[in-house]
């Protein structure tokens, strides 16, 4: 890979430059991961580039955001799917990080549908049955919720069930950018949650490495160490 393929890769720019003058060493790995991010393994190359968007996007890097979630669209990612994943940051990262990563995707021309039909309140007992699936026993911090702010649970309950479970991002690619982006922070055990998810949804261990690899580049090697714990326990818990 060259060094105008690398700056593809992390943008052009004179501090690259600069950093991959610094040593061969620095050069040459930079060079492994950029050719990691751009092939097609466990997982595409476009769906590496939109689990990094959602990191760049976490961060708050709005043209980072931009550019790896164009290169994801133009490699094959669906423009749906890539506000599907908008829409799931709202749930796991909030308004910003969602707003940002929408930002980044092109209008279509399309008007949004007007006939949906309008949800009705879901019930606790719905929202128990559900959380009791997901985590095999009814969490504290989902009964807290449910004591002291139920429209904050009805919330998580919804937001997670649309985000997860159905849409037109498939639920395990959903899984395992939630993986991507947890690993970029260094919550080991959201990267275990997500994980496990992942691999109930069709998931396998290669494709958990290699969404927690996309954090390495913009969060360092600390990023892997929490990350390859989780996966690793998964391992010993017989997941």
Known sequence: MTKNALQDSFGN?????SLLDTSPATELSLTAIADFLESDSALLAHEKFLF???ISAVKGRESDTRHWMARSLKSGLAPEAARHAAALMLLSRGIEVSRLMLLAIPLDGSSPSTDRTPLASPPSS????Y???VFGQLPDRITLLA?????ALAYYYLLRKAGLEVGALQPRLSE????AINAAECQR???RIHADGAL???ANEAQLVEACVCAIPFSGVAAWFPASEAILSLRTSGT
Request: a negative charge; glycine letters at 4%; zero cysteines.
């Open 176 to 179: 395992l950018m939630l993986v």
């Open 13 to 17: 720019s004179d501090w690259l430059r």
């Open 126 to 129: 719905e929202i128990f049955e």
């Open 131 to 133: 959380f009791t699936q």
């Open 200 to 202: 109930k949804k069709g």
């Open 52 to 54: 990094i968007s959602a």
């Open 147 to 151: 004591d002291h702010a139920p429209a």
């Open 189 to 191: 055990d959201y990267v």
